[in-house]
Every structure is written in C-alpha cells, then in structure tokens.
C-alpha cells in the first residue's frame, strides 16, 4: 500500500504531526512519500492508495495561500477508487473554526469520490504524548483497515 501525506504548516506543529504519522505508516508496511503542499501539486494523490491530508487552520477557518492552492487542486481531481485521511492542528480558543481547514478538506475528499478511512484527528497546538497516541491509534487503524 502507498500512502501520500500532504501537509501544511506555518510554525511546524502539522510537520510534525506528519513526521509522527509518516514514522508510524512506515513501521505499519506502507510505503510512505511526505511533502509540504506549497510545494506539491495534488494530482500527486493519484500514484497512492491512501490519500493524507495535514494542515493548520488560520484566520477564523479562512484557509491561507497555500492551503487554498493545493484545495482549488484537489477539486479537481477524481480520486474514486482511493482512501483518505485528514488531521491537523488547531487552537480551541479559536472555538467554531477550531481545525476548520481539516473539516473543510474531509468534505472536498469525499466529494471527489475518495472513501473516508479513519475519522479526522484534531490536535490542540503541538502533539504532546496523548496526541501522539491518537496519531499512533489511528495509524494502526489504516493499517488494520488496508493492509491487511
Ligand atoms: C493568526 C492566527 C489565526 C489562527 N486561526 C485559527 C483558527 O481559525 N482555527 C484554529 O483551530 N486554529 C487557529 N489558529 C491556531 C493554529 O492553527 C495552531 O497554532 C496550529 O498549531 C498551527 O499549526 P502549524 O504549527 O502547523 O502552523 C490560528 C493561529 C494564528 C496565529
């Protein structure tokens, strides 16, 4: 199984949530590609089987540049046939938009035709130990899910 995690991140929590889960995948056998979505362009999904998505959330759930590029991308694709999975970070204090940016690409990969594999994860600021446990969880989740 291939899996392509896509991340965006401004102050490198979201990196860091995707090192954990990139580290986490590979340990599971699957072949793992990482990239920042600046710097990737979305029909790259297409060479996988698991379709990742990571991202913050800024300015009230408006996504930033970057974030709004790669998802004007990824509209147009049809990834039917593929699964996937979001996560990120956010803040609480930012309450109704907290993790907006994650929720709104959960909706843009369903509606694109991709099966949803494990429930998002949200992540308070930077992974401390219990996220770090979500990530691990849900990691074995996809494995027991796909690899199987
Ligand atoms: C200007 C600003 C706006 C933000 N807006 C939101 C928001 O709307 N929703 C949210 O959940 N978090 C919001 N946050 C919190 C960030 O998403 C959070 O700090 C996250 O961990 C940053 O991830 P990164 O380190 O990968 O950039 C905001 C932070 C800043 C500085």
């Known amino acids: 199984m291939k899996a392509r995690i896509v991340y965006a991140?401004?102050?490198g929590n979201d990196a860091d949530i995707a090192d954990i889960l990139e580290e986490d995948l590979q340990d599971l056998g699957f072949a793992v590609e990482t990239s920042e979505a600046e710097f990737t362009d979305a029909s790259d999904y297409?060479?996988?089987?698991?379709?990742?998505?990571?991202?913050?959330t800024y300015g009230e759930g408006k996504?930033?540049?970057?974030?709004?590029?790669?998802?004007?991308q990824l509209k147009e694709l049809d990834l039917s046939g593929k699964y996937f999975a979001v996560m990120g970070s956010g803040d609480l204090i930012y309450a109704d938009h907290f993790c907006e940016n994650v929720f709104d690409f959960?909706?843009?990969?369903?509606k694109i035709g991709a099966t949803e594999v494990t429930k998002p994860v949200?992540?308070?600021?930077?992974p401390d130990d219990d996220a770090i446990a979500k990530i691990d969880k849900t990691a074995k989740e996809m494995a027991e899910k796909l690899n199987d």
């Open 106 to 110: 959960e909706k843009m990969f369903k």
């Open 9 to 11: 991140s401004m102050t």
């Open 122 to 126: 949200t992540i308070e600021n930077a």
């Open 46 to 56: 297409l060479n996988s089987d698991l379709c990742i998505f990571v991202t913050y």
């Open 63 to 72: 996504m930033t540049d970057d974030v709004a590029d790669f998802y004007e």
